[in-house]
């Protein structure tokens, strides 16, 4: 019995051993398995911004269509504050302003937005998104120079418009949207809300916040994506270009609807959640085109189209965090460059003045788009720019255009102080001489 006993012992050691070695074994071949299926899933950075689910197979992990319904709002109070100082414009009240600014589902509005020589696949907003408006996403941030939000002011600017288009002298003419003051409202509504709602919401919501958000598993557990991949796409969304970007031509870009819309997925329609390019998307196609030595349009589609790969690869923080610093300062860069663009403008307006050529109405305009767009850069934590040299281009710009004659001392004074301005945009971001005298 003794015997038996150990010769049971050592039988038993002998097996626990073999099967110990056999596990070892069979723990390398399934790390081998498992490091292969995970280099299989790992994803190259493809050519449009399309990206599979890592949980629901066959599905889209991308998703933005709230940002899509509030650039076509922006765009859309655009063509709206705009149409009183067309011929045959018709008078509007603050009401038909704030439909667009606080929309509500319950009016059921389709969109002014055309998408040129084909249909819109969806006109209705909220056949595209629900619950979705410009007024709940604007920041609450004290505008440099105006200390005061920028809703204050958009909701002051709105009530001027107002009155103005019910004064039949005004009405139809660009002083229906002109302050007395010689300030073009509808401008200023416009640039001030790209900078406050999309720029601000990419920037400094869901770029700036993505590192806090979870990238292991499906957001609420049956989305087709993680938190931090709808972040991504969300701030892409805000940017505005179509699933394509790298199909148009700066010179598409700068063009007419049918040249910045393309039927991608031949449809007979226009997606405007994939197939249309909004506001910043189309600013960068013109300041490559009116550029030279830059290539926005590349640096800001690339860095986020190779930052959601990091994303959905898993990457690092440190890669990541490259994107997005790319991302954000492209954008800036986009804005910062059509702030020299209309700077110039205002400049070869001011220019004409007291002659034949004179055009006050494209002064206000000018003028309002380079305060608005100097606005707008504020609205990003990774801004280049800092606050000092944004209040001292405040300064400079003032709060409303001058129609000094050119040769007078007041003229003289401005037009250096423009330079200033320029001199100021170019310490911050670099642009180099030939830009700052052709934007």
């Known amino acids: 019995m003794i015997y038996l006993t150990k010769k049971f012992r ?4 002998l097996l626990t051993v073999t099967s110990l070695f056999l596990s070892a ?3 390398d071949e399934e790390d081998e398995v498992d490091a292969l299926e995970e280099e299989a899933a790992t994803i190259t950075v493809p050519p449009a911004y399309v990206f599979d689910s890592r949980f629901a197979a066959g599905e889209s992990s991308v998703s933005y269509s709230g940002q899509v319904v509030r650039n076509l709002l922006l765009q859309d109070l655009k063509s709206l504050t705009d149409s009183v100082g067309k011929d045959g414009g018709r008078s509007i009240t603050v009401d038909d302003m704030l439909r667009l ?44 120079g105006y200390n005061r939000t920028a809703d204050d002011l958009v909701r002051e600017w709105f009530a001027t418009i107002a009155e103005n288009s019910q004064d039949p002298d005004k009405l139809g003419t660009p002083m229906a949207y002109t302050s007395d003051d010689g300030v073009d409202m509808s401008q200023m509504v416009n640039k001030v809300l790209i900078g406050a709602v999309p720029y601000y919401q990419a920037t400094g919501v869901y770029l700036g916040g993505l590192l806090e958000r979870d990238n292991s598993e499906a957001r609420n557990g049956t989305d087709p994506y993680t938190a931090m991949e ?24 700068a063009g007419k609807v049918d040249d910045f819309t393309f039927d991608s997925n031949s449809d007979g329609s226009i997606d405007f959640k994939s197939e249309y390019n909004f506001g910043l998307s189309r600013n960068a196609g013109k300041r490559d085109k009116g550029g030279s030595g830059v290539d926005f349009t ?6 986020f189209l190779a930052g959601r790969t990091a994303i959905t690869n898993q990457g690092s923080v440190a890669e990541i965090s490259a994107y997005r610093q790319t991302a954000a300062n492209g954008m800036e860069k986009v804005i910062a460059a059509t702030v020299v663009h209309y700077i110039n403008d205002t400049l070869s307006d001011m220019s004409k003045l007291g002659t034949a050529d004179e055009s006050i109405s494209n002064l206000n305009k000018h ?8 606005v707008a850069l504020q609205y990003n934590p990774f801004r280049l720019i ?17 129609y000094d004659q050119p040769g007078s001392n007041a003229y003289n004074t401005q037009v250096n102080n423009y330079k200033r301005a320029k001199d100021v945009m170019q310490a911050a971001y670099g642009f180099s001489n ?6």
Request: with cysteine; glycine share 8%; net charge negative.
């Open 230 to 253: 709808h972040a991504w796409d969300e701030a892409f969304g805000y940017f505005g270009a179509a699933r394509d970007y790298s199909r148009y031509t700066d010179e598409q870009l």
């Open 10 to 13: 050592w039988v038993a050691v």
């Open 101 to 144: 600014y606080e929309y509500d589902d319950a009016l059921n509005l389709k969109t002014r937005t055309t998408t040129g020589s084909l249909p819109a696949s969806e006109s209705q907003y909220s056949a595209l998104s629900t619950g979705k408006n410009l007024v709940g996403k604007i920041s609450d941030e004290p505008v440099i």
């Open 25 to 27: 074994c069979g723990s």
């Open 386 to 402: 800092t606050d000092g040299q944004l209040a001292e281009l405040h300064g400079i710009m003032g709060k409303a255009p001058i």
């Open 367 to 374: 003028w309002a788009e380079m305060k608005g767009y100097t």
């Open 298 to 303: 590349q640096e800001i589609f690339s860095a």
């Open 434 to 439: 030939t830009n700052m005298e052709n934007w």
